[in-house]
């Protein structure tokens, strides 16, 4: 039994086919890397595998039970955690009472979805941004906050979805800590990323898609020299300039 | 067979009505993402200029459309501009701000209008208000074939405003997106006056076709707010095309229901449908025609 | 999450003191009323600011539970001879019973339908309760006898036959105000904060949204009914066009909520006694103070004035609803500290 897996996943948007045929598998323990220049359809697959969207064809296996056709909370519930590529905090709540909120998919007193929330607070180093209502955090926490709510739930498997886009270095670095932390507790991840070079650096694994295809597939080393890879993100980066 | 026939006729005639109180609905629906639950109440004051004009001066109903509908242009882009649109900068924790707000300005012009004209009921009776045609068995109402055929004008110069003006594609770039269409360069709040104008146009225009044939008294603008948002619920919120089945469905439904009920039931039927489409088709016809 | 600290619990207290011996010494009748309609409003608007304020899902139809709650009340007495006091936990729970399968219908979408749903519901009640006539006996109305009615004797002398309704609804009133807080204190509370704030993130939380909006909807209900069920036993009659009204009761049940403070453990209680004084000062034309002052001025101008003052009372309403909204959004309680800026500016200036 796989840990998770995605077989042959279609996702039509009107005619347009925003995912087609994807297929990949996660092991346990891994940082998986889906990488894609803009539009290529990462978000969307996110989206399915957290329930957000129903496939048009194909099946999400998570540790052996299919999630394809389940609502978000359940999936949330069986131990898959996600952040959003455009945060959504909170914004008149606390960060604590954001994380608490999140922690109580695990308690049922507050006193216990307090200990848990403000564990996790401390693991993600937002300690002293405790009190502050989230509607007042920098981006930089306000993706933080993103993660440790996620990770209030208590996930085995956590999506990231662009954690690093709009971040200043300093940032990043801390992201980039804060990532390995969490891989090595124990979690896996699935990381979507625009950006190559971070990517490339963390993932144990790796999984590019353009056009909602799957373009290349391996170690980041196989998956940076792969043509298909340089010629979607030449492409990619030629529309930026 | 005769009576299902005529059913069919009046129901659809009436529906045509509907249709453009309904699309006015559904324009302010898309823009502001608010539903205007003052919308039976502005239609009620335009009735009231169409009354005045034809009780003071014998003003036919159908040329004070010329009066009502810019008189409550006028007003929509009052209340938008002054009432609406500043709700926008706010700080609140409730964002049904502006629907509120729409309510009380309902309550007022209500109020307003009793105050004038008391409670009593009004008509304008023509002297075609009771003629009719027939073709074959089935009688046709002579001013609600007339108001079906405006009612048909207006919504094809209303789409032809919509698909072919600059003011009118910057409107459907606004319900489609409000964001990127104020970094488009659009001015979004003038769109929002000219949209809450233009749907109050619509219902007044409306209003005054009604006058012929109707009564009026400051109360009624609340039953038509409820038929407005059934029908905008039928085709799907903010679907203009949408409103135009709706309008006709609901006045279908209320004619079969009258015929075939019981005529207590005619108000009942709008609300038990809205119930309906919730269950079984929640989102309206928006749903089938996708536009 | 809201009551932490003891100086926030101070002004309540004094409050809940103030209105336990308030009729011990006013045995006006007038008042008592008054006193009796303003906690059963503290009831309705927390319960509607539950849903509203804390949930983020706007009701415009409470009417519907709190009629349904009332005829609960009503029709247990005309159809099985039960006493009319069954009528309010009944109430509580035929409200409930409406409330649940129809938030399973509207929740499932997003946005403005549920607004809208619960107006729909409102005037289907409403016509339900109209048309029925074999149930409900329609327009006729629903009479029954009070319990109380008249003056009472204690050992503190004669008392109001107003006096044992305004206890059971001061304690229905604190009821409900305690269970919002403690509802609010628990993951319940938590959750509907989050649901309000953002759907997707709340899904994403683990949340059902669609579940939770309907137990917020559900104990909203419940509590609305329980009103209902005291307005049928206090009142002794009720017919469609009260009980189910749009203005009087669901429009009022939102007034209250903004006037006194959306999201707000007190706020809706601040605006059930301002919106009861405001609607009473409207319909008596200040309590009768612009009648005596036509009075002593002989001046018929006043007089006029006056009755069409007192005429128009739901236009003073709507207008105070426009005002309301445009300039004190977040009600007595979320703008105090705006308001009393705006009032002490005011007094400096003029010191």
């Avoid at chain 1, 992201?175 to 979690?187: C, E, Q, R, Y």
């Avoid at chain 3, 426009?322 to 800026?341: A, E, Q």
């Amino acid at each position: 039994m796989s840990f998770f897996k995605i077989d042959n996943m279609v996702k039509h948007f009107g005619g347009l086919a925003a995912v087609n045929g994807v297929s990949f598998e996660v092991k346990k323990g891994q940082i998986f890397g889906l990488i894609g220049p803009n539009g290529s359809g990462k978000t969307t697959l996110f989206n399915l595998i957290s329930g957000y969207f129903r496939p048009t064809s194909g099946s999400i296996h998570f540790k052996g039970k299919r999630i394809d056709q389940l609502k978000t909370h359940k999936i949330i519930h069986l131990g898959v955690g996600r952040t959003f590529q455009v945060v959504k905090p909170l914004k008149r709540m606390s960060v604590l009472d954001n994380v608490i909120a999140a922690a109580f998919s695990h308690a049922i007193t507050k006193h216990h979805a307090r200990d848990i929330a403000e564990e996790t607070i401390e693991f993600c180093g937002l300690t002293d941004r405790i009190g502050d209502l989230a509607k007042n955090l920098t981006i930089g926490d306000r993706k933080r906050l993103e993660i440790t709510r996620a990770l209030a739930t208590k996930p085995e498997l956590l999506l990231l979805d662009e954690t690093f886009a709009g971040l200043n270095p300093n940032e990043l670095n801390d992201a980039l800590d804060l990532i390995g932390k969490i891989s090595g507790s124990g979690i896996t991840i699935i990381i979507v990323e625009h950006i190559m070079k971070i990517i490339m650096s963390i993932s144990d694994h790796i999984h590019a898609i353009n056009f909602g295809q799957t373009i290349a597939e391996g170690t980041p080393k196989q998956v940076a020299a792969d043509p298909h890879v340089i010629e979607a993100y030449l492409g990619d980066q030629e529309l930026n300039a | 067979m005769d009576l299902f026939l005529q059913t069919l006729v009046s129901g659809f005639l009436k529906g045509g009505l509907y249709a453009l109180i309904g699309m006015g609905m559904t324009l302010i629906m898309g823009v502001m993402g608010i539903i205007n639950l003052a919308h039976g109440q502005i239609m009620m004051v335009g009735m009231y200029i169409t009354y005045s004009l034809f009780a003071l001066y014998g003003v036919d109903p159908y040329l004070s459309l010329f009066v009502s509908m810019p008189a409550i242009f006028v007003l929509g882009v009052t209340i938008q501009k002054y009432l609406l649109n500043p709700l926008l900068r706010a700080e609140t924790i409730l964002p049904e701000n502006q629907v509120l707000m729409t309510v009380g300005v309902g309550m007022v012009l209500t109020e307003v209008m009793r105050f004038i004209f008391t409670s009593d009921y009004k008509s304008a009776r023509t002297s075609y208000s009771n003629a009719t045609f027939f073709l074959g068995e089935i009688s046709f109402s002579v001013p609600l074939v007339i108001d079906l055929f405006i009612a048909i004008m207006m919504t094809v110069a209303l789409f032809l405003f919509l698909v072919k003006t600059d003011t009118g594609k910057s409107i459907r770039a606004t319900a489609q997106d409000k964001e990127a269409a104020s970094l488009m360069g659009i001015n979004a709040e003038r769109i929002t006056y000219i949209t809450f104008g233009l749907g109050s146009a619509l219902v007044a225009a409306a209003g005054t076709l009604l006058m012929p044939i109707f009564y009026l008294f400051p109360d009624i603008g609340g039953p038509f707010t409820r038929k407005a948002f059934v029908i905008c619920v039928l085709g799907g919120l903010g679907s203009t095309v949408g409103a135009i089945f709706g309008g006709i469905t609901l006045g279908l439904a209320e004619a079969f229901g009258a015929t075939y009920v019981a005529m207590e039931f005619e108000d009942m039927i709008g609300l038990v449908m809205f119930i309906l489409v919730l269950l079984f088709l929640p989102g309206g016809f928006k749903r089938i025609t996708k536009i | 999450m809201k009551v932490k600290n003891r100086r926030m619990m101070t002004a309540p207290l004094a409050a809940l003191l103030f209105l336990l011996v308030f009729p011990l010494f006013v045995s006006n009748d007038y008042y008592l009323h008054l006193m009796i309609l303003a906690l059963m409003w503290v009831m309705i608007g927390s319960a509607w600011n539950l849903l509203a304020g804390y949930t983020g899902q706007v009701s415009f139809g409470d009417a519907a539970f709190f009629g349904t709650g009332a005829y609960t009340a009503g029709l247990l007495v005309n159809h099985l001879g039960w006493s009319p006091w069954w009528g309010i936990p009944l109430g509580g729970v035929t409200a409930a019973l409406l409330g649940l399968p129809f938030g399973w219908i509207c929740f499932r979408l997003r946005g403005a339908y549920f607004a809208l749903a619960t107006l729909a519901l409102n005037e289907i009640m409403r016509h339900i309760a109209t048309i029925w006539e074999s149930l409900t006996d329609g327009m006729v109305g629903i009479m029954i006898l009070q319990t109380f009615y008249a003056p009472i004797d204690s050992p503190i002398g004669e008392l109001s036959s107003k006096t044992p309704y305004y206890y059971i609804i001061l304690f229905m009133a604190v009821f409900s105000v305690s269970t919002v807080i403690w509802v609010m204190n628990s993951k319940l509370g938590y959750y509907f904060l989050s649901i309000r704030e953002d759907q997707d993130a709340a899904e994403s939380l683990g949340i059902n949204t669609h579940y939770y909006k309907m137990i917020s909807l559900g104990i909203a209900a419940a509590l609305t009914g329980l009103a209902g069920g005291f307005y049928m036993n206090y009142m002794g009659f009720i017919d469609p066009e009260t009980v189910f009204s749009l203005h009087d009761i669901s429009i009022m049940a939102i007034l209250v909520g903004i006037v006194g403070g959306v999201g707000s453990v007190y706020g809706p209680a601040v605006g059930a006694f301002i919106m009861v004084m405001m609607q009473e000062a409207f319909r008596t034309g200040g309590f009768g103070l612009l009648d005596a002052f036509a009075e002593y001025t002989g001046s018929q101008f006043v007089a006029t004035s006056a009755s069409l003052i007192t005429g128009a009372h739901v236009l003073g309403f709507g207008v105070l609803v426009v005002l309301v909204i445009r300039y004190m959004p977040n009600g007595v309680v979320g703008d105090w500290s705006r308001l009393m800026k705006f009032i002490l500016g005011r007094f400096q200036r003029q010191v």
